[in-house]
């Protein structure tokens, strides 16, 4: 059975960019680290429309127009009203920082191998920036048990119970989602070609930098599959790209998940959805952990845009041919596949 852990093995890394640095050792941002000015903040005068993205009740009698809109102009919203509970989420926030405060030597023990996909190593865009990023990450697909006994030989279980516990649900609303989506392109499900679902989790943290100004916490980027579900802890540091408006910050709401359109949904909407672009900026006051879970096809499945109104603007492929062209390329991996 292909995976999506296997389409990544296609592309091996080199070391340099996957171990993070050890953000401890250091009480200035270096050279490795430091990036141009960054100058490109929106425009002073803006209504709150255009600077806030949609919140949207799940529970809502018109969520699946809602969530259209939001996928048309945006490519993100919040959602509350999700069943997610609150008690799972603090949760799982305090195992990944629980594991983000050990001591480097401790987390490069399940430091990600070169094609691998999952464990503890820097954002897998690194390499196509010259200064690194003031970001760690641990990604897990299915069980972390194997990383998670390499981290703590003796208590790995209460980490992973909530990892596991939460792709779960996380498996749970994304499927509602999608189903929403689908909805919203008038598309049914026998239009798309697979039936189930992979999933990936990506723990995220950056930690307190002393300069926030010169370091950038993830580059710009859009995600890869379908959805991405983002618990993003109560620090500001995320922001959208917005044409006409510039960068406008996602403002953490207590209790919301963030909801972002990917790649694929972009290629399968026929672009009508658009994906989102987006980074995180640096921050001084606090160490900002995220948790995200990323959506997706079986790595085999083919991805065919559709649009009863329109010529495809994209050609059909597999979501692992697509994984390892972005892999190659990364933001020109669009343009790529344009008919
Ligand atoms: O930490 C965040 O708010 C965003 C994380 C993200 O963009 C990603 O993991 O792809
Ligand atoms: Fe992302």
Same mark, same amino acid.
């Given at each position: 059975?292909?995976?999506?852990?296997?389409?990544?093995?296609?592309?091996?890394?080199?070391?340099?960019?996957?171990?993070?640095?050890?953000?401890?050792?250091?009480?200035?941002?270096?050279?490795?680290?430091?990036?141009?000015?960054?100058?490109?903040?929106?425009? @002073?005068? #803006? !209504?709150?429309?255009?600077? %806030?993205?949609?919140?949207?009740?799940?529970? =809502? &009698?018109?969520?699946?127009?809602?969530?259209?809109?939001?996928?048309?102009?945006?490519?993100?919203?919040?959602?509350?009203?999700?069943?997610?509970?609150?008690?799972?989420?603090?949760?799982?926030?305090?195992?990944?920082?629980?594991?983000?405060?050990?001591?480097?030597?401790?987390?490069?023990? @399940?430091? #990600? !191998?070169?094609?691998?996909? %999952?464990?503890?190593?820097?954002?897998?865009? =690194? &390499?196509?920036?010259?200064?690194?990023?003031?970001?760690?990450?641990?990604?897990?697909?299915?069980?972390?048990?194997?990383?998670?006994?390499?981290?703590?030989?003796?208590?790995?279980?209460?980490?992973?119970?909530?990892?596991?516990?939460?792709?779960?649900?996380?498996?749970?609303?994304?499927?509602?989602?999608?189903?929403?989506?689908?909805?919203?392109?008038?598309?049914?499900?026998?239009?798309?070609?697979?039936?189930?679902?992979?999933?990936?989790?990506?723990?995220?943290?950056?930690?307190?930098?002393?300069?926030?100004?010169?370091?950038?916490?993830?580059?710009?980027?859009?995600?890869?599959?379908?959805?991405?579900?983002?618990?993003?802890?109560?620090?500001?540091?995320?922001?959208?790209?917005?044409?006409?408006?510039?960068?406008?910050?996602?403002?953490?709401?207590?209790?919301?998940?963030?909801?972002?359109?990917?790649?694929?949904?972009?290629?399968?909407?026929?672009?009508?959805?658009?994906?989102?672009?987006?980074?995180?900026?640096?921050?001084?006051?606090?160490?900002?952990?995220?948790?995200?879970?990323?959506?997706?096809?079986?790595?085999?499945?083919?991805?065919?845009?559709?649009?009863?109104?329109?010529?495809?603007?994209?050609?059909?492929?597999?979501?692992?041919?697509?994984?390892?062209?972005?892999?190659?390329?990364?933001?020109?991996?669009?343009?790529?596949?344009?008919?």
């Amino acid at each position: 059975m292909s995976t999506l852990s296997e389409a990544y093995a296609d592309s091996p890394l080199h070391l340099q960019h996957i171990i993070p640095m050890d953000f401890e050792s250091v009480q200035t941002v270096p050279d490795s680290h430091s990036w141009p000015q960054i100058t490109d903040f929106p425009p @002073a005068v #803006r !209504s709150d429309e255009e600077l %806030t993205i949609p919140i949207i009740d799940l529970t =809502a &009698p018109h969520v699946v127009e809602l969530v259209g809109d939001a996928c048309r102009t945006w490519g993100m919203f919040q959602v509350t009203g999700h069943g997610v509970p609150s008690i799972l989420l603090e949760d799982v926030e305090s195992e990944a920082r629980r594991l983000f405060e050990l001591p480097a030597r401790q987390k490069i023990k @399940a430091l #990600r !191998s070169p094609g691998g996909a %999952t464990g503890y190593g820097a954002a897998r865009i =690194a &390499p196509f920036f010259s200064k690194n990023m003031w970001h760690e990450g641990f990604t897990i697909m299915g069980s972390s048990v194997d990383h998670a006994r390499e981290l703590w030989p003796h208590d790995y279980k209460r980490f992973c119970d909530a990892m596991d516990d939460y792709q779960k649900k996380m498996k749970v609303l994304s499927y509602k989602l999608w189903l929403l989506i689908l909805k919203s392109l008038d598309i049914t499900e026998e239009q798309v070609n697979w039936s189930s679902s992979d999933g990936a989790l990506q723990l995220n943290s950056y930690p307190c930098c002393p300069d926030p100004n010169r370091a950038i916490g993830l580059a710009p980027h859009t995600d890869t599959l379908l959805l991405t579900i983002l618990h993003q802890s109560n620090s500001n540091g995320l922001q959208i790209f917005r044409d006409g408006v510039g960068w406008v910050s996602v403002s953490p709401l207590s209790g919301a998940l963030v909801v972002n359109a990917g790649d694929l949904l972009h290629i399968v909407s026929n672009g009508r959805f658009s994906t989102a672009y987006h980074r995180v900026m640096a921050n001084q006051a606090c160490h900002r952990v995220s948790i995200a879970y990323f959506y997706g096809p079986p790595a085999e499945s083919l991805m065919v845009p559709v649009c009863e109104t329109q010529f495809p603007l994209y050609r059909s492929l597999t979501v692992k041919e697509y994984i390892s062209i972005k892999a190659k390329h990364l933001e020109k991996a669009l343009l790529l596949i344009r008919i």
